[in-house]
């Protein structure tokens, strides 16, 4: 498959310039097939053929899923977003008082939130100021703030409002040499950029699957390093937690799942499944090397004509930073009224604390960059 082709699978291509894939991204004809059909089968079929839903859940999902980031299938668990994921590291650690985290006061509140609730525990949250290093969670930032107690580092790969990428390689040599777990929300990652856990060191990732991923709300996964699972147990447990999930009422907590299955506590969303694997099947035929090297050029080519017009970059300007999210605003006018006159244009971005934020995907192509250009004033 090659990018065109993958492009004319999405009807709003023909429509606007959607800019947006770190809000929403739209659904490809594949995949709202993927999910009509399950939803069909469940109509005609009912439970009939429910074998063969989870068969191929576990021979082909999951393995999917697996390939994206460089993983094994028994790392890999459903879950129904990104905040899921977070909660089951937050609420699955034996915390000790006294323990502390890592997180930056830059991150989306999913991965700020869970970790502030484990304050009645008695950890501690210790912020790296991002915000003074201009939307950069800092590797040796991060480190100045590691000590005996920190139990673990929390950090988005790219961060949602400044499109800053993180360090992946230096951050996990950190945790790693330091015995710290490291714990990554991947949701503006995942799906676009190449990530590779075995070249890669971290303890746990989670990313829903609305996003760059391109399935539908209500999907996504948890990864969950096969040498780290001894660090987590399941604050929420149930039936598909257990080897035994089809014998009812022969109870036996100790035939928990040996792997990332575990914390999946009771039946996952197949249709919504289906649809995820959909999008994963055009991903992984590009290859995420491709993913991210085009969305790369495409932000590229948006700088270069942002900057002409005179506007102000909020981004990283150095590559070894870029992600496929770029922010930026105009010296003068408001970002919120240069919105509205955008999609008026047939051109959809986002608004984030001020900047206008676009996040180009592998069904963009230059056209749509040229298009966000000739919409905006100088």
Same mark, same amino acid.
């Given at each position: 498959m090659n990018l065109a082709e993958a492009r004319s699978d999405f009807p709003i291509v023909y429509r606007r310039a959607y800019l947006n894939a770190c809000s929403l991204m739209p659904l490809s004809n594949r995949v709202v097939g993927a999910v009509h059909a399950q939803l069909g089968d469940l109509q005609l079929n009912g439970r009939n053929n429910s074998p063969h839903r989870i068969r191929f859940a576990e021979e082909h999902i999951r393995p999917a899923i697996a390939?994206?980031?460089g993983a094994s299938s028994a790392e890999i668990a459903f879950v129904k977003n990104t905040t899921e994921g977070l909660n089951i590291v937050a609420n699955s650690i034996d915390w000790r008082e006294g323990d502390n985290v890592v997180i930056a006061n830059i991150e989306y509140p999913s991965n700020v939130y869970c970790w502030l609730n484990l304050q009645r525990r008695g950890v501690?949250?210790?912020w790296v100021d991002a915000k003074a290093a201009g939307g950069r969670?800092?590797?040796?930032d991060i480190a100045r703030l590691i000590d005996s107690r920190t139990r673990l580092v929390s950090v988005s790969c790219v961060q949602f409002s400044t499109g800053y990428r993180q360090d #992946?390689?230096?951050t996990g040599a950190l945790c790693h040499e330091r015995g710290v777990l490291l714990n990554y929300d991947a949701i503006q990652?995942?799906?676009v950029l190449d990530i590779d856990a075995t070249r890669t060191h971290f303890d746990f990732m989670s990313a829903g699957g609305h996003k760059w991923l391109g399935g539908p709300m209500g999907t996504g996964f948890f990864y969950?390093?096969?040498?780290?699972?001894g660090q987590l147990h399941p604050h929420a447990i149930g039936p598909g937690s257990m080897t035994n999930e089809e014998t009812d009422i022969d109870y036996d907590i100790g035939? #928990?799942?040996?792997?990332?299955r575990r914390f999946e506590e009771a039946l996952p969303n197949y249709p919504g499944l289906w649809g995820l694997q959909a999008s994963l099947s055009t991903i992984l035929a590009l290859g995420t090397k491709l993913t991210e090297a085009h969305a790369l050029a495409l932000v590229a080519r948006a700088i270069e004509g942002l900057k002409r017009k005179g506007y102000l970059i909020h981004s990283p300007s150095e590559p070894a930073a870029r992600s496929g999210i770029l922010t930026f605003r105009h010296p003068g006018l408001p970002s919120a009224e240069l919105n509205e006159?955008?999609?008026?244009?047939?051109?959809?971005?986002t608004v984030r604390q001020g900047n206008l934020r676009i996040a180009p995907h592998f069904y963009n192509d230059t056209g749509d960059i040229d298009r966000l250009l000739d919409a905006l004033p100088a």
């Open positions: 390939r994206l980031i501690q949250i210790r969670v800092l590797v040796d #992946m390689e230096a990652a995942a799906g969950c390093r096969s040498g780290a699972l035939l #928990m799942q040996p792997d990332a006159r955008l999609v008026l244009a047939g051109v959809d971005v």
